[in-house]
C-alpha cells in the first residue's frame, strides 16, 4: 500500500505476541503475556496432609453402646428414653476422662436424632449418626447444642443472656440443650440467676451440667436435677479397651505394656488413651509397643524388679535393697514412684494374704501372681501392716525432700531395719517365757486386796487393790449398813446427788463414825451448809436421825488423796514386776499411760498369741483375781 507520498511501504512485521482478542499465531515459547511475564508453573509438591486427631478424640464414643463401664447409667436412661420419661436436666460428675462430657453429647444426639431416613420424630437412644443434626453435633456446630465453659462463662450478665435465649425455640433441632462443662466454677449469684430457669425450663430446653466436684454444686440445683455418678472404669476394661483400639490402628502392642497403660490411667479412658498416643509415637516405626518401652516413658519400676526390691526390703537385707533400688534409678525409676509402687505392692500382698481371690484378677500376670501368693503366705498382716504405715509416711517424707534419692534410701534402710524385728505379740511371748528368776522379787502390794492389773497382749501383768463396788440402786443403799465414809459417798450416788458425792470424797476429813453419829473436818473450800445436807442423806437413807458434827482435829486424808495414792501404789507395783521392767528396758522412751481393771471375760487383742500364765505366787502383787477364766491359746499361724 502506497503512503503519503506514493511510496510503497514495508509490510508492518510481524506480532511478537497474542493480539487483545486472540493470539494472531503461536506465541514463542516462554513469551510475555499481556499484563507482562507469564506466571512461572506451580511446582508439584505433595498434596496437603490432614491434621492428626489423637485417639481420645478419633475414638470418642458416638452412641451409648460405645461407651464403657457406665452400665448403672445406660440402663436408666435407654428406660427413660424408652418410656418417654426424659429429664430436663442432668448432672453427670465422676473423675477426669471417664465420659461426662461425652455423654452430654450423646445425649444432645439422642434427643435430636432425626433417623437414617429423616423421619424420625421422637428420641432414641440409640441415634443413628449420619442424619444432619447427628452430624452437625458430631463436628461441633450444630446451633441449637451450646457447650459452655463454666469458668469462662461464670457471671449474671452470661446467664441472664442465656436465660433470655432459651425462652426462643430452637432453629432446626428437636430439643435445644445447654452444656456445662466444670460447672462447679459458676459463682453462686450465677447459680441463684439460673435456678428459676432451670426448675421451670420451656419444654423446648434441656441442660446437662458436668462436673469433677458435685460437692461444689449448691443442693438447690441438684435437687432439680437427675444425677449420675460416672465411676472409673476397671483396669480389666480399660486393657481391653486400649488392646481394641490399638488394633484397630494397626499397632501391635505387648500385653504387659497394654497393663501399664490400664493401671496408670487410674480409671479415666481419656488418660490411658494419650498414654497410648504416646507410647506409638515414642516406639519405632513398625516396631511393636513394648512393655520396656512404657516403663521408661512413665518412669515405672520393673515389676519383677519391684518384687526384688519389696522382698529384700522385707527380708532385712539392707545392702541388696539399696543395690536394687540404684538400679532401678539408673534406670530411669523416679525415687517417689518406687515408694508409690512399694505401697501399692504392699497393699496388693496385704489383700492377697486375707482374700486370697485377689489374686484372681485377670489383670495380673503370671509372674505377679505366682509371686504375690508366695509373698501373702511369708509375710504376717503385722508386719505389712507397719510396712504400709513406714512407706506412707517415707512417701511424704520423699515427696518434700530436695534430694529424693537420698529420702528414699533412707525410707528403705528404716523399713529393712525394722522389717526383722518382733511384732509386740510375740516380743511379749518372748519375755514371758523368761524365768521369773532373773529379776528380783516385786514389792508386796498395798493392803486393802484389788482388781486391777495392766495389760499386755491378754495376759495378766500386775494387779492391785481397787476400791469397793458402789451401790446402784437405791434400796440396796438404805439397806446396807453406814460404817465407812465410802458407804456414804455410795448413798448420795445411788440417790443421783452427784454434787454432793464430789464434795464427800473432796472436802470431808473423817474424824469419827460411830453410828448414829458422823464427826468430820471440812476443806476450806467446802460449803457452810454440807454438815446439814450429810445428816439429811444419811437419815432419809437409814430411817435413822444421825448427828453429823465438825470437829477441830485433822482426821483422816479424803477420799479422793486416798483414791490417789492408791493409784500411785498401783503405778509403782506395776512398774517393779519383772515383765513390765523387761518392756521399758527393750523399748527405751515407752511410757505407762493407764491402767485397766480386770475383765475376766474380755477377748485378748487381736493377732495376739497368749499362753496361761503360772499360778501366781505368794509375793506376786497381783494376786488369784486377776484373771479366773482360763485363757485359751491362739494356735500359731500356720502361713505365718
Same mark, same amino acid.
Given at each position: 500500500?502506497?503512503?503519503?507520498?506514493?511510496?510503497?511501504?514495508?509490510?508492518?512485521?510481524?506480532?511478537?505476541?497474542?493480539?487483545?482478542?486472540?493470539?494472531?499465531?503461536?506465541?514463542?515459547?516462554?513469551?510475555?503475556?499481556?499484563?507482562?511475564?507469564?506466571?512461572?508453573?506451580?511446582?508439584?509438591?505433595?498434596?496437603?496432609?490432614?491434621?492428626?486427631?489423637?485417639?481420645?478424640?478419633?475414638?470418642?464414643?458416638?452412641?451409648?453402646?460405645?461407651?464403657?463401664?457406665?452400665?448403672?447409667?445406660?440402663?436408666?436412661?435407654?428406660?427413660?428414653?424408652?418410656?418417654?420419661?426424659?429429664?430436663?436436666?442432668?448432672?453427670?460428675?465422676?473423675?477426669?476422662?471417664?465420659?461426662?462430657?461425652?455423654?452430654?453429647?450423646?445425649?444432645?444426639?439422642?434427643?435430636?436424632?432425626?433417623?437414617?431416613?429423616?423421619?424420625?420424630?421422637?428420641?432414641?437412644?440409640?441415634?443413628?449418626?449420619?442424619?444432619?443434626?447427628?452430624?452437625?453435633?458430631?463436628?461441633?456446630?450444630?446451633?441449637?447444642?451450646?457447650?459452655?465453659?463454666?469458668?469462662?462463662?461464670?457471671?449474671?450478665?452470661?446467664?441472664?443472656?442465656?436465660?433470655?435465649?432459651?425462652?426462643?425455640?430452637?432453629?432446626?433441632?428437636?430439643?435445644?440443650?445447654?452444656?456445662?462443662?466444670?460447672?462447679?466454677?459458676?459463682?453462686?449469684?450465677?447459680?441463684?440467676?439460673?435456678?428459676?430457669?432451670?426448675?421451670?425450663?420451656?419444654?423446648?430446653?434441656?441442660?446437662?451440667?458436668?462436673?469433677?466436684?458435685?460437692?461444689?454444686?449448691?443442693?438447690?440445683?441438684?435437687?432439680?436435677?437427675?444425677?449420675?455418678?460416672?465411676?472409673?472404669?476397671?483396669?480389666?476394661?480399660?486393657?481391653?479397651?486400649?488392646?481394641?483400639?490399638?488394633?484397630?490402628?494397626?499397632?501391635?502392642?505387648?500385653?504387659?505394656?497394654?497393663?501399664?497403660?490400664?493401671?496408670?490411667?487410674?480409671?479415666?479412658?481419656?488418660?490411658?488413651?494419650?498414654?497410648?498416643?504416646?507410647?506409638?509415637?515414642?516406639?519405632?516405626?513398625?516396631?511393636?509397643?513394648?512393655?520396656?518401652?512404657?516403663?521408661?516413658?512413665?518412669?515405672?519400676?520393673?515389676?519383677?524388679?519391684?518384687?526384688?526390691?519389696?522382698? !529384700? @526390703?522385707? #527380708? /532385712?537385707?539392707?545392702?541388696? =535393697?539399696?543395690?536394687?533400688? $540404684? %538400679?532401678?534409678?539408673? *534406670?530411669? +525409676?523416679?525415687?517417689?514412684?518406687?515408694?508409690?509402687?512399694?505401697?501399692?505392692?504392699?497393699?496388693?500382698?496385704?489383700?492377697?494374704?486375707?482374700?486370697?481371690?485377689?489374686?484372681?484378677?485377670?489383670?495380673?500376670?503370671?509372674?505377679?501372681?505366682?509371686?504375690?501368693?508366695?509373698?501373702?503366705?511369708?509375710?504376717?498382716?503385722?508386719?505389712?501392716?507397719?510396712?504400709?504405715?513406714?512407706?506412707?509416711?517415707?512417701?511424704?517424707?520423699?515427696?518434700?525432700?530436695?534430694?529424693?534419692?537420698?529420702?528414699?534410701?533412707?525410707?528403705?534402710?528404716?523399713?529393712?531395719?525394722?522389717?526383722?524385728?518382733?511384732?509386740?505379740?510375740?516380743?511379749?511371748?518372748?519375755?514371758?517365757?523368761?524365768?521369773?528368776?532373773?529379776?528380783?522379787?516385786?514389792?508386796?502390794?498395798?493392803?486393802?486386796?484389788?482388781?486391777?492389773? !495392766? @495389760?499386755? #497382749? /491378754?495376759?495378766?501383768?500386775? =494387779?492391785?487393790?481397787?476400791? $469397793? %463396788?458402789?451401790?446402784? *440402786?437405791? +434400796?440396796?443403799?438404805?439397806?446396807?449398813?453406814?460404817?465407812?465414809?465410802?458407804?456414804?459417798?455410795?448413798?448420795?450416788?445411788?440417790?443421783?446427788?452427784?454434787?454432793?458425792?464430789?464434795?464427800?470424797?473432796?472436802?470431808?476429813?473423817?474424824?469419827?463414825?460411830?453410828?448414829?453419829?458422823?464427826?468430820?473436818?471440812?476443806?476450806?473450800?467446802?460449803?457452810?451448809?454440807?454438815?446439814?445436807?450429810?445428816?439429811?442423806?444419811?437419815?432419809?437413807?437409814?430411817?435413822?436421825?444421825?448427828?453429823?458434827?465438825?470437829?477441830?482435829?485433822?482426821?483422816?486424808?479424803?477420799?479422793?488423796?486416798?483414791?490417789?495414792?492408791?493409784?500411785?501404789?498401783?503405778?509403782?507395783?506395776?512398774?517393779?514386776?519383772?515383765?513390765?521392767?523387761?518392756?521399758?528396758?527393750?523399748?527405751?522412751?515407752?511410757?505407762?499411760?493407764?491402767?485397766?481393771?480386770?475383765?475376766?471375760?474380755?477377748?485378748?487383742?487381736?493377732?495376739?498369741?497368749?499362753?496361761?500364765?503360772?499360778?501366781?505366787?505368794?509375793?506376786?502383787?497381783?494376786?488369784?483375781?486377776?484373771?479366773?477364766?482360763?485363757?485359751?491359746?491362739?494356735?500359731?499361724?500356720?502361713?505365718?
Amino acid at each position: 500500500m502506497p503512503d503519503l507520498f506514493g511510496a510503497e511501504s514495508e509490510p508492518p512485521p510481524p506480532p511478537q505476541g497474542p493480539g487483545l482478542f486472540g493470539a494472531a499465531g503461536p506465541p514463542p515459547e516462554g513469551g510475555p503475556g499481556l499484563f507482562g511475564s507469564m506466571p512461572e508453573p506451580a511446582p508439584e509438591g505433595p498434596a496437603k496432609v490432614a491434621a492428626y486427631r489423637v485417639l481420645a478424640r478419633k475414638y470418642r464414643p458416638a452412641g451409648f453402646d460405645a461407651l464403657i463401664g457406665q452400665e448403672g447409667m445406660k440402663r436408666v436412661l435407654t428406660r427413660s428414653f424408652e418410656q418417654g420419661r426424659i429429664a430436663h436436666a442432668w448432672v453427670l460428675t465422676g473423675v477426669r476422662g471417664v465420659g461426662k462430657t461425652t455423654t452430654a453429647r450423646i445425649l444432645a444426639r439422642a434427643l435430636n436424632c432425626l433417623g437414617e431416613d429423616g423421619q424420625l420424630t421422637r428420641p432414641t437412644i440409640a441415634p443413628c449418626g449420619v442424619c444432619a443434626n447427628c452430624r452437625a453435633i458430631a463436628a461441633d456446630s450444630h446451633p441449637d447444642v451450646i457447650e459452655l465453659d463454666a469458668a469462662t462463662h461464670t457471671g449474671v450478665d452470661n446467664v441472664r443472656e442465656l436465660n433470655q435465649m432459651v425462652q426462643y425455640r430452637p432453629v432446626s433441632a428437636r430439643y435445644r440443650l445447654i452444656v456445662y462443662d466444670e460447672a462447679h466454677m459458676l459463682s453462686p449469684s450465677s447459680w441463684n440467676a439460673l435456678l428459676k430457669t432451670l426448675e421451670e425450663p420451656p419444654s423446648h430446653t434441656k441442660f446437662a451440667f458436668a462436673t469433677t466436684e458435685v460437692r461444689k454444686i449448691p443442693l438447690t440445683v441438684l435437687s432439680r436435677c437427675q444425677r449420675f455418678d460416672l465411676r472409673r472404669i476397671p483396669e480389666e476394661t480399660l486393657a481391653e479397651h486400649y488392646a481394641g483400639i490399638a488394633a484397630k490402628e494397626g499397632i501391635a502392642v505387648e500385653a504387659g505394656a497394654i497393663a501399664m497403660l490400664a493401671r496408670a490411667a487410674d480409671g479415666s479412658v481419656r488418660d490411658g488413651l494419650s498414654l497410648l498416643d504416646q507410647a506409638i509415637a515414642s516406639a519405632e516405626e513398625g516396631a511393636a509397643v513394648s512393655a520396656d518401652a512404657v516403663r521408661a516413658m512413665l518412669g515405672l519400676a520393673d515389676r519383677a524388679a519391684l518384687f526384688d526390691l519389696f522382698e !529384700a @526390703v522385707m #527380708g /532385712g537385707r539392707i545392702a541388696e =535393697a539399696l543395690s536394687r533400688f $540404684a %538400679a532401678q534409678h539408673e *534406670a530411669g +525409676a523416679e525415687p517417689l514412684t518406687v515408694i508409690e509402687d512399694l505401697l501399692t505392692l504392699t497393699h496388693f500382698v496385704t489383700l492377697s494374704r486375707i482374700e486370697p481371690r485377689t489374686l484372681d484378677r485377670q489383670s495380673l500376670t503370671e509372674a505377679e501372681r505366682t509371686r504375690g501368693a508366695a509373698l501373702a503366705k511369708s509375710l504376717p498382716v503385722p508386719a505389712l501392716a507397719r510396712a504400709w504405715q513406714m512407706l506412707l509416711k517415707g512417701f511424704s517424707e520423699v515427696r518434700e525432700a530436695s534430694d529424693r534419692k537420698a529420702a528414699a534410701e533412707m525410707v528403705l534402710i528404716r523399713l529393712a531395719h525394722a522389717a526383722d524385728l518382733p511384732s509386740p505379740a510375740e516380743l511379749v511371748r518372748r519375755l514371758s517365757a523368761e524365768p521369773a528368776s532373773a529379776s528380783p522379787a516385786p514389792p508386796a502390794p498395798p493392803p486393802g486386796g484389788g482388781g486391777l492389773r !495392766a @495389760v499386755a #497382749g /491378754g495376759a495378766p501383768l500386775a =494387779a492391785a487393790a481397787s476400791p $469397793a %463396788a458402789l451401790p446402784q *440402786a437405791a +434400796a440396796a443403799a438404805a439397806s446396807a449398813p453406814v460404817s465407812k465414809l465410802g458407804d456414804v459417798v455410795a448413798l448420795a450416788r445411788a440417790r443421783r446427788d452427784a454434787l454432793l458425792a464430789s464434795q464427800i470424797m473432796n472436802a470431808v476429813h473423817l474424824i469419827r463414825l460411830e453410828p448414829p453419829l458422823l464427826e468430820f473436818r471440812p476443806a476450806a473450800t467446802s460449803p457452810r451448809d454440807l454438815s446439814a445436807r450429810i445428816a439429811q442423806l444419811l437419815t432419809e437413807a437409814t430411817g435413822t436421825r444421825w448427828t453429823v458434827a465438825i470437829g477441830q482435829q485433822q482426821g483422816e486424808p479424803t477420799l479422793a488423796d486416798q483414791d490417789r495414792r492408791l493409784a500411785a501404789d498401783r503405778r509403782a507395783a506395776v512398774l517393779a514386776h519383772p515383765l513390765v521392767e523387761t518392756i521399758m528396758k527393750t523399748f527405751p522412751g515407752a511410757v505407762l499411760e493407764a491402767m485397766h481393771p480386770a475383765r475376766a471375760s474380755e477377748p485378748p487383742p487381736p493377732d495376739v498369741d497368749i499362753t496361761p500364765e503360772p499360778p501366781p505366787t505368794e509375793a506376786d502383787p497381783f494376786g488369784e483375781d486377776a484373771f479366773t477364766d482360763p485363757i485359751e491359746t491362739e494356735e500359731p499361724d500356720p502361713d505365718a
